[in-house]
């Protein structure tokens, strides 16, 4: 029961700081949040131990509606899967709300901030802890409110307000699959409880449904009609548009919703559902199929972005890409774990650059995300780079860091698994390539060189307070050190703990490969992330003529990539100016044609019985009164000759 | 009769709430005279409405529900649960006048006096366990409320709505004392539970006297709870009168008619179900029809929300047509639940009232999430929860009846109901796109005060409370009706 506190407390921190911010809290927004954020931890923690102790927590908290044979429950299960992400958001929100202190202080809307991403997190906790897909659709939903509110953050600013909207808009898309999925389920199983449904998920074998006159199998529609929510929700192809722009967000915002939490909502639900989607070949691989392309598409839009958190934000696509390719190859707890590494290293490059641009903020720098404007801060900031070093080495997978483990077990079990395996580990390992670039990239343009922002500002750069780097050096450890969870058995005898850990939930994965195999599979990754590596020290240490070169070289490839595929102008010339042109149409017929209608045309329509009932509402008592009598001797004559 | 045996000042106990209210209401005449500041009598009426709320409270339990003044007043369950319908909505109606009746010019004694005879009214008709009981209560509440609705002297539309409530008003009575007197000559009684018994000795469910009887007595009824085509006094009433009134008589008198109705049909008529079923079932799909579409073409809020409440009446009238009390459950559910959502809507409304400025006009709201999110953030609560969107309290109570009405067997109803319900979304959402989409034309001054905001929290609170716990309230009006 108390671990029903977990999503309370910020819910309490949330309704404390919006009703009293304004006027009473102020300032102190933190003091109510940040204690409240670290409860949900520590009792995250102790939920955490008492799972590992063979304790699965499944309780209905109470009813919320019943009628009949329909039941909306309000409960929570906390299992190996949801214990592990518990871990992870509430930890990781702890430190990204110790770090907003320092990095919204002075901020006009602090108290808001605070209050929204109180809300955040309780949203998310629910989404987590839910324990029926109403109440994990809840959460999801609101979520997704709450990254609106917080992207658009800067309301006043007219990029943030449109990619809030956008944001929004995009996940509508997603969201629309989502609630028929999940109406279907209803439909199918006659209950939205998980334990239900996914004990009753064996049955779907074989059933069809009739769609448009086809049969199409069951368990795959509900399966691909849940993973359009996730496509939307964790930013993949073809709804993955909304991420980059969500960066007008702030910072914080961006370290925890759009990399650590939120997005990871998408691979965390599929997990959930994964006695579904066992049962449907073709929607696993979907899965897989869209994860692997994303990897490797936002990687390569990455490699010559120019504002520091775009590149975050790509690099984000591509490594949720990685988790859903780990999930549509059947290696669940493989995705979760790297949603697990990925919370951290991720986490800690967005909170680093945060530190970068709240410091050249402060040296009044006038594009200050722009990473051909920085260079050479690494003797202004020593500590913020070091530990993006840390993160980088993570994310590109050198040996015996957190990201390494997780991605090496992503791409092993996608070499075990066929054909398709085989192609898709293709892919991720050259998305890991291009990964190393490009993260090796920003760390060049920003830190080395030479400083080739304006003119007086370099003196005014310098390091980010204690309460900023503080939170900063904490997600370095769990960068380094998270991955010691998931050794590869190729090391240490059981040193898979996290795989043993989930497999009550999600299963084992399937498939059995060779050391050398192995061996060759884990070289290679090792091989691109050094290649990668040595090319962007080439380029942009080096040679730093060569980018120049090499992008007029390839001017229509660099073009090409730099607007992103021209995928937001696609969409733009091909859905939102037809649909707006088409809506200014329909809201002008439907004032012209349908108010219009109402208030001119009732009255005639009345008129043809009488005239003198020109309009019915004259205002004449005597009118009234007639309408009464009127209405009593249709009652009567109906009770005459009617009944 | 023998008025004097066995009459002991021991059966005046079941009537203390009504005496409170009826002596805080000739208290407050009195003091009107000799005190200056009238908050002290609007405070001085809360007061008395605690006390009587207190007793109400006392009598929850009390055993003896029927035999009181010769069967002539019951004290159920039923009644209690719609007496404290009536407290909450008079000690809201005091709270958000205030500042209001200050800036009418129209801040005088009478007005609380009259507030508490006007729910006295009601609370006699929720215990009416006789028809002529029920009349008189009724009328009660009907004058005071015909004074009320006019209250504001100097203005035109004032009078023009007290004047036209007052004649429409005469004019249902008449329904009213038709179908009581019909009701007698076929029966012989007015007693409620009398005549349900006598109706199925007499075998007289067929009768078409009896029928025109029931029909008349729904008529009158579906006056005070503004069912089409009875309603229209309801639009002109509700704008010309003080706006705290109109949020007032949008509850109150409302609440009170499906008291009646609930009483009367399902006690006195239970026998004629099928009957009744079948006439209410149009009345109740004209009333959503036509409230909702009309409000679509509203610019004066007051008028937007007084279709709005014709149409909420459509969805209340569901549950009733039920016929099961578990239909009635979900009504009486519901008519809480609107009670609270409305009042808030119109504590907003009041709200832009200030000096110079009526603030009832639909443009009045663009871009008040601008000059005043907390306002505007309030006004979306209480739009979704009129719309009927979850987690709000609206979302339940539509989702009860609605469900009743399927339970019932009445699918196209229920469709109908939906169908309804997305329409007025229009015009809700309409409210939340102004304050939300729009640039502010001018600052619009809130008239805050103490009391405004006791009332706006405490309904918004109960609206999202209801809407995350609605068992809480479920249970309540299970437990209250089937005792």
């Known amino acids: ?643 | 009769m023998d008025f004097g045996a066995g009459f002991s000042l021991i059966d005046i106990r079941p009537l203390t709430p009504e005496i409170t209210m009826i002596c805080t209401g000739l208290i407050l005449l009195l003091l009107d005279l000799v005190v200056k500041k009238k908050e002290a009598i609007a405070v001085l009426g809360i007061i008395g409405t605690i006390v009587a709320i207190f007793a109400t409270y006392r009598l929850y339990a009390f055993n003896e529900t029927r035999s009181i003044f010769l069967e002539m007043f019951a004290l159920d369950g039923y009644a209690n649960f719609f007496k404290i319908i009536f407290y909450i909505n008079v000690i809201l109606t005091i709270c958000i006048s205030f500042r209001y009746m200050k800036i009418e010019k129209a801040s005088i004694g009478e007005y609380y006096a009259l507030l508490m005879f006007a729910t006295t009214g009601m609370m006699i008709m929720a215990s009416a366990a006789d028809l002529i009981v029920l009349y008189l209560g009724l009328e009660l509440m009907a004058l005071s409320t015909y004074i009320l609705a006019g209250l504001m002297r100097k203005q035109r539309k004032s009078n023009e709505a007290a004047l036209k409530y007052f004649f429409l008003g005469a004019f249902s009575s008449a329904f009213l004392l038709y179908g009581i007197s019909l009701t007698f000559g076929l029966t012989g009684t007015t007693n409620i539970q009398d005549i349900a018994g006598l109706v199925s000795s007499l075998s007289i469910a067929d009768n078409a006297i009896m029928h025109l009887a029931v029909v008349f007595l729904i008529v009158a009824f579906g006056f005070k709870i503004a069912l089409v085509p009875f309603h229209m006094w309801a639009p002109d009433v509700y704008e010309g009168a003080p706006t705290s009134i109109t949020a007032f008589m949008s509850v109150g008198p409302k609440a009170a008619g499906f008291a009646v109705l609930g009483r009367v049909l399902f006690e006195a008529f239970g026998d004629m179900q099928i009957m009744w079923s079948s006439i209410l079932v149009p009345l109740s799909i004209l009333t959503m029809a036509v409230g909702s579409i009309i409000a679509l073409a509203q610019t004066n809020i007051k008028r937007m929300l007084a279709y709005s409440s014709v149409a909420h009446a459509g969805y209340i009238l569901l549950g009733i047509i039920a016929g099961t009390t578990d239909g009635l459950i979900s009504s009486v559910n519901y008519l809480m639940i609107y009670m609270f959502m409305n009042m808030g809507a119109f504590a907003i409304v009041i709200m832009l009232r200030s000096e110079g400025f009526q603030g009832e006009e639909l443009e009045d709201y663009k871009g008040l999430a601008k000059t005043n999110p907390a306002a505007a953030a309030l006004m979306l609560v209480f739009m979704f929860s009129l719309t009927g969107i979850p987690p709000t309290a609206g979302f339940i109570g539509k989702f009860y009846v609605i469900m009743e009405a399927i339970n019932a067997g009445d699918m196209y109803l229920a469709i109908t109901a939906v169908v309804f319900s997305v329409i007025s979304a229009f015009f809700y959402l309409r409210v939340v796109m102004y304050m939300y989409m729009n640039d502010p034309k001018e600052t619009v001054i809130l008239t805050k005060s103490p009391s405004m905001t006791f009332a706006l929290a405490l309904t918004t609170v109960m609206v999202l409370v209801l809407g995350v716990f609605p068992s809480v309230l479920l249970n309540l009006v299970r437990s209250s009706i089937i005792s």
Request: aromatic share 16%.
């Open chain 1, 1 to 643: 029961m108390k671990y029903a506190l977990i999503p309370l407390l910020p819910f309490i921190a949330f309704v404390l700081n919006i009703v009293f911010g304004r006027n009473y809290i102020k300032d102190r927004a933190h003091w109510i949040a940040v204690p409240a954020v670290f409860g949900s931890f520590v009792l995250a923690v102790s939920a955490f131990t008492d799972v590992l102790s063979g304790n699965v927590i499944n309780i209905n908290l109470y009813s919320w509606i019943t009628s009949g044979d329909f039941h909306v429950t309000v409960g929570f299960l906390i299992d190996q899967l949801s214990a592990i992400m518990l871990i992870v958001v509430t930890s990781i929100s702890t430190l990204i709300f110790i770090y907003s202190i320092g990095y919204m202080h002075g901020d006009g809307g602090y108290y808001r901030f605070f209050a929204y991403l109180s809300l955040f997190v309780f949203s998310m906790l629910v989404l987590v802890m839910a324990n029926n897909f109403l109440l994990m659709y809840f959460g999801w939903e609101a979520v997704g409110l709450c990254s609106y509110f917080l992207i658009g953050f800067w309301f006043h600013k007219k990029s943030a307000a449109d990619a809030g909207k956008k944001a929004f808009i995009v996940n509508r898309f997603g969201d629309f699959g989502f609630g028929l999925g999940v109406i279907l389920i209803f439909l199918t199983f006659g209950s939205l409880d998980y334990m239900q449904v996914f004990g009753q998920a064996g049955s779907l074998l074989g059933q069809t449904i009739d769609l448009f006159g086809y049969d199409v199998d069951l368990a795959t529609l509900i399966c691909l009609l849940l993973f359009c929510g996730a496509v939307g929700k964790s930013a993949q192809i073809p709804l993955h548009v909304w991420l980059p722009d969500a960066m007008e967000g702030p910072t914080p915002v961006s370290a925890l919703i759009h990399a650590a939490t939120m997005v990871t909502a998408g691979v965390f639900m599929v997990a959930r559902c994964n006695p579904l989607f066992n049962m449907s070949e073709i929607a696993m691989n979907t899965v897989a199929i869209v994860g692997g392309v994303t990897a490797i598409f936002a990687a390569t839009i990455a490699l010559v972005q120019n504002d520091i958190k775009r590149v975050i934000a790509y690099s984000t696509v591509s490594q949720l890409g990685y988790m859903f390719l780990a999930l549509g190859v059947g290696a669940y707890s493989a995705g979760i774990f790297h949603l697990y590494t990925h919370a951290y290293f991720k986490a800690l490059l967005f909170l680093g650059s945060g530190s970068v641009i709240h410091a050249l903020h402060h040296a009044k720098h006038d594009d200050e995300q722009n990473m051909q404007k920085m260079g050479g801060l690494r003797k202004h900031m020593p500590l913020t780079y070091r530990v993006f070093i840390i993160a980088t080495l993570s994310i590109t997978g050198i040996p015996f860091l957190a990201g390494f483990f997780s991605k090496d077990e992503i791409l092993w079990r996608a070499f075990l698994g066929g054909e398709l395996g085989r192609f898709l580990w293709l892919l991720g390992t050259i998305a890991a390539l291009l990964t190393a670039f490009y993260s090796w990239r920003l760390i060049y343009l920003t830190f080395h060189g030479s400083y080739r922002g304006g003119e007086g500002q370099e003196q005014h750069i310098h390091e980010s307070p204690k309460v900023i780097t503080v939170p900063l050096m904490f997600l370095a450890f769990g960068a380094i050190f998270a991955g010691y969870v998931g050794i590869p058995p190729l090391f240490v005898e059981h040193g898979d703990k996290i795989g043993e850990f989930l497999a009550p939930v999600l299963g084992h994965p399937e498939g059995h490969g060779t050391h050398v195999q192995e061996f060759f599979v884990m070289g290679a990754s090792i091989f691109v992330a050094l290649a990668g590596w040595i090319v962007a020290y080439t380029m942009y240490l080096k040679k730093t003529d060569l980018p120049q070169k090499i992008g007029s070289l390839f001017k229509p490839i660099h073009t090409l990539l730099f607007n992103k595929y021209y995928i937001d102008e696609l969409y733009s010339r091909s859905i939102v100016q037809p649909v707006l042109k088409a809506s200014d149409k329909i809201i002008l017929a439907f004032d012209t044609y349908v108010i219009e209608g109402i208030v001119n045309g009732l009255p005639n329509l009345i008129g043809l019985f009488s005239r003198k009932f020109r309009t019915v509402q004259t205002g004449f008592l005597a009118n009234y009164g007639l309408v009464m009598a009127f209405g009593v001797l249709c009652i009567i004559g109906y009770m005459i000759f009617v009944r």
